[in-house]
Structure formats: C-alpha cells, structure tokens
C-alpha cells in the first residue's frame, strides 16, 4: 500500500479546518488499515471532552477512553478529533453523548471490537460514568485498563 493509497482521500489532513457546529455536521474520516488481518488495540484518549446540558445549557466535562481492534479500517485521528470538539456547542444527556460517540465509529469502521468509557466530571454532586462495547473483547489481543479510577472528590 503506498502513502497515495492510504492517505488521498483524507479531506481535512494537512489542510486548514474549522470545528463542526455540531457532531451530525462533523465529517469522520477512515483509512486503509496497513496491518489488517493483525490483531492489536488502539486507544484515544480525550480527557478534555466537552458536552453542554441538553435542559440547562451549561458545560458537561469527561475524560472519554476509546479502545478498538481494527479491522479494514483506522479512523483518521484529526478528524476524531475534529467529530469529539464538535459536541461543545451539543446539548445532550452524558448517557447519549458517549453511546452515539461509539455507534458512529462502529458505523464508519466496522471494528472487530470497540469500547468506550465516559468518566464524566459531576454535576450537582453526582458524576456519571456511561460504559458501552459491541460484544466481548477478544481474547488474542491485550486490551489494557482504560485507567480512570472512579471519582472520589477530595475525599
């Protein structure tokens, strides 16, 4: 596979971009798994991940961890990027940010397996960790603790 192959259909790589106005707007791009047919994790981590209430309009704050084992596809990373900063100005509940954050991956990827863990920051004194995953990790693959302890204030 040349670099041609992989990289030349990429619309927001190396060019100049703005931030969706939401995450339907948000353009996820995918390319050419170089090492289909190998079995490994990749993992993102956004600890600065924003969202807004859906009721009150304020700022929601999570630490996101998503792990997958590709299959034909990778998800191009400025555009992950680009999707997740797209839910700044998005009112939803934490529960519906985190699951539809992972159905549009799978969707785009069609992964041997994906997960995602929302550590979401507490709001009125209760912070809310929202888990989803298609099926069971696999067993030939090292797939890590995502890390995040559980909130524990300052206690």
């Known amino acids: 596979m040349t670099k041609n192959d992989i990289y030349g259909n990429l619309k927001q790589l190396g060019s100049a971009t703005v931030l969706p106005d939401s995450?339907?707007?948000?353009?996820?791009?995918?390319?050419?798994?170089?090492?289909?047919?190998?079995?490994?994790?990749?993992?993102f981590t956004a600890p600065e991940f924003t969202s807004l209430c859906p009721m009150t309009g304020q700022p929601d704050f999570?630490?996101?961890?998503?792990?997958?084992?590709?299959?034909e596809w990778l998800?191009?990373?400025?555009?992950?990027?680009l999707f997740l900063g797209s839910f700044r100005n998005h009112g939803a509940f934490h529960e519906d940010c985190?699951?539809?954050?992972?159905?549009?991956?799978?969707?785009?990827?069609?992964?041997?397996?994906?997960r995602i863990g929302g550590y979401w920051y507490p709001r009125g004194g209760i912070p809310i960790d929202v888990f989803y995953q298609t099926?069971?990790?696999?067993?030939?693959v090292w797939i890590p603790d995502?890390?995040?302890p559980t909130y524990r204030g300052r206690g």
């Open 23 to 43: 995450p339907e707007a948000a353009e996820l791009e995918k390319v050419p798994n170089p090492q289909a047919g190998t079995a490994y994790c990749v993992r």
């Open 62 to 71: 999570a630490h996101l961890v998503i792990d997958y084992v590709p299959g």
């Open 75 to 81: 998800v191009e990373s400025k555009s992950l990027k």
């Open 98 to 114: 985190t699951v539809s954050i992972a159905k549009r991956l799978v969707d785009l990827l069609a992964p041997e397996w994906l």
């Open 135 to 140: 099926g069971a990790a696999p067993e030939n």
């Open 146 to 148: 995502q890390g995040v």
